[in-house]
């Protein structure tokens, strides 16, 4: 007899293996077996019971697990430590029914953890396994419920989406795009002056301070100040009159504590930020990384360490001669984390190298990255001489001086900053960019002389466009999803062609912009606010303080109050085919029979394009895809339906005599492509040879 124990990832389940022993075999689901309906909404009101079914191309391995589970003594349920995994091991329980099974839960794959994880394997938290499935249904309701109608409103070419979570998140990239289109930029003035160092050929700077100006002046205060010819007038008062005086001197130590170990969105953004990773790539190279047993587990909220991995970073530091602080760093988490288990860390702190991860693979490198953070996590903080000095002019008006400061930094301790000096910090705050500007030592009340007077003119900027990793933060600090769905949310967007990239900045597309000019404001769900509230009544839910079916029903019986308002709206259509226009642009008549219009088929990722005049006509083509648009059809591959190698369907086209000079099998069509007449071969997609039209007739010459 044997224990059998159950995990996601066949990766894992070897990795595991190695540390069990003879008593125990590893097998691995590969994830979920089981969902909702492909094809149905697969839930109804009151009870909101889901309809599972297992996957048809998981039906083997559940078939062998099944095996697995009646020859077991018992069976340990594996699965990640979080709400996805938990609702994994439920479903595995429902549907292998073993005699006896346990829950097992591990932070890291080491021999360690997973023997103490067999000790205290428990009972599955059906808390957590609720809070999976309203989430999963809410989800299925939105998309079923809202889905079809936008594409019913817009009559649109392809399949329009929307989503609880995929919403809000296109709402904040709409929003941005919004902001960036209607600003307008303004010219805006400084003044700096320059001094002269005592004993060095370099001098040293201070800039303007432009609000006690206008406070003196009894104008309003602004952010920058727009007036040229104002700034030239002082400009030339300071040549005439180059005199200042040290007003005052400000001397202190700053401190930039160490940053905590990375939680799953901080990663994401870092892994961005240092690495040029995409989100969902950051998380399969993760994946890859815990399931080699090199990190601990990566989906996580939390900022903390276990006191054992705290020590033996701070062993491992003092003995590599960092210093350490007299007590281990901490630090508090948010108040909606939702797990218990620690920071993402190596399993082995000692351990540099990303162990069969070569150091220039993308794994190496995320390592590294987790690596430098954990071990920098426990370091004493970076010290600085932060110094500013206050001068007066003067040249004086409304009866004061003219205003002019100087600030600088200069490192004095490194701390952190000697193990990873790129940096491990997400962000640099503004007062860091000063960082080595260094000035004087000089006392108050000494009388200087301007040796250097310039205006600069800069120009305010938009908002600046979302990267990976600032949308990231940006979804977090909303309360829109979880960390662990960031990378499926921003997929989906991708894929549905909502958003697009260039470089490392996000765009809006207008298809994106168009599903939010008919939804915001429409439906409760695309809104920032409501989002947080419902992902704050799953946590709920997590917690046993709020039930399944209330949250449900809410959501649902709001929704379709929503859904009957916009059917009831006289106006929603009319806006509806102005919001066409722009994410589709004008209709796609068929140019066969030239009364259907072209219409998407297929799924998101695989589609075609056919004429809605089907089946009196059989028109059908593929589709070209561009960065930033939505799929259109691709005239230059159109085809009729055949029934045979000469159906009839065929003769409306004008053949040629001749046989394509490819496959030497089928004849040439005329058709209408974007760029006017070309011959093809009427046996696509086998064979795509296309050639020019000469006067009626195949250029074939100038085939391909």
């Given at each position: ?101 346990k829950r097992m839960v591990f932070n ?526 691709d005239l230059a591959s159109i085809r ?41 071969c009427l046996g696509y997609p086998k ?18």
């Amino acid at each position: 007899m044997f224990d059998l124990v159950v995990v996601e990832s066949p990766k894992k389940a070897k990795t595991i293996s190695k540390y069990l022993g003879d008593n125990f075999k590893v097998a691995a689901s590969a994830g979920h077996i089981r969902d909702l309906p492909a094809r149905e909404m697969g839930v109804e009101a009151p009870h909101y019971r889901p309809q599972y079914e297992v996957y048809d191309e998981k039906k083997k391995t559940v078939g062998w697990l099944k095996k697995l589970a009646q020859e077991a003594r018992s069976v340990y349920l594996a699965t990640d430590l979080d709400r996805e995994g938990e609702a994994i091991a439920w479903h595995l329980l429902e549907v292998l029914k073993p005699k006896h099974h346990k829950r097992m839960v591990f932070n890291e794959i080491t021999k360690k953890a997973l023997l103490a994880a067999v000790e205290s394997a428990g009972q599955i938290d059906m808390a957590k396994v609720a809070a999976q499935e309203a989430r999963r249904v809410s989800d299925r309701i939105v998309g079923y419920t809202v889905s079809p109608l936008l594409t019913e409103l817009t009559s649109a070419p392809t399949h329009l989406s929307a989503g609880r979570v995929q919403s809000s998140a296109l709402l904040l990239v709409v929003e941005r795009e919004e902001a960036i289109r209607a600003f307008k930029s303004i010219d805006y003035y400084k003044l700096s002056v320059g001094f002269p160092w005592p004993g060095k050929e370099e001098g040293w700077k201070a800039q303007w301070l432009h609000k006690p100006f206008q406070q003196a002046s009894q104008v309003a205060v602004t952010e920058v100040f727009t007036q040229f010819d104002v700034v030239r007038g002082l400009e030339d008062a300071i040549k005439k009159l180059p005199v200042f005086m040290v007003y005052k001197v400000e001397s202190k130590e700053a401190l930039r504590n160490a940053p905590p170990p990375y939680t799953t969105s901080t990663l994401q953004q870092a892994a961005s930020n240092s690495l040029g990773m995409e989100v969902d790539d950051t998380m399969k190279r993760a994946q890859a990384l815990f399931e080699a047993g090199l990190i601990t587990y990566h989906r996580t909220d939390s900022v903390n360490l276990s006191e054992e991995a705290t020590m033996a970073i701070r062993e491992w530091l003092t003995s590599n001669k960092y210093p350490v602080p007299d007590k281990p760093n901490k630090w508090s988490s948010k108040a909606d984390a939702q797990e218990a288990h620690e920071a993402i860390r190596p399993s082995d702190v000692a351990n540099l190298e990303a162990g069969e991860f070569s150091a220039d693979s993308p794994e190496g490198k995320l390592y590294k990255l987790i690596w430098q953070r954990t071990m920098a996590s426990q370091m004493l903080p970076a010290r600085y001489n932060a110094k500013k000095i206050l001068l007066l002019s003067a040249v004086k008006v409304a009866d004061q001086h003219l205003q002019f400061l100087a600030t600088g930094r200069t490192l004095t301790s490194p701390g952190w900053l000697a193990l990873t000096p790129e940096d491990a910090a997400v962000e640099v705050s503004e007062d860091e960019n000063e960082e080595g500007n260094a000035l004087p030592e000089i006392a108050e009340n000494t009388r200087l002389q301007c040796k250097e007077l310039s205006v600069t003119r800069s120009a305010t900027k938009p908002p600046p466009r979302f990267t990976d990793a600032s949308l990231v933060k940006a979804l977090e600090s909303h309360g829109i999803g979880r960390p662990s769905t960031y990378a499926s949310t921003m997929a989906t967007l991708f894929k549905r062609s909502y958003i697009s990239k260039e470089g490392r900045k996000l765009f809006a597309t207008e298809l994106g912009m168009g599903i939010i000019g008919l939804t915001r404001g429409r439906f409760s769900f695309v809104s920032l606010d409501f989002t947080r509230m419902m992902e704050g009544a799953l946590d709920q839910i997590a917690q046993g303080q709020a039930s399944y079916i209330g949250v449900v029903a809410y959501q649902h019986d709001l929704l379709l109050k929503e859904v009957a308002g916009i059917k009831a709206d006289p106006t929603i259509t009319a806006l509806a085919q102005e919001k066409r226009l722009l994410m589709f642009g004008p209709q796609q008549i068929c140019p066969i029979c030239k009364v259907g219009e072209m219409r998407r088929r297929g799924s998101s990722t695989n589609g075609f394009w056919g004429c809605s005049n089907y089946p009196t006509c059989t028109a059908t083509c593929g589709e070209t895809k561009s960065r930033g648009k939505a799929p259109a059809p691709d005239l230059a591959s159109i085809r009729l339906k055949s029934t045979g190698s000469e159906a009839s369907s065929k003769a409306e086209l004008v053949k040629s005599d001749e046989k394509c000079p490819k496959c030497k099998k089928n004849h040439l069509a005329l058709r209408n492509g974007n760029n006017g007449p070309f011959w093809s071969c009427l046996g696509y997609p086998k064979c795509k040879f296309s050639t020019n039209d000469d006067g009626g007739k195949p250029a074939v010459s100038s085939g391909k």
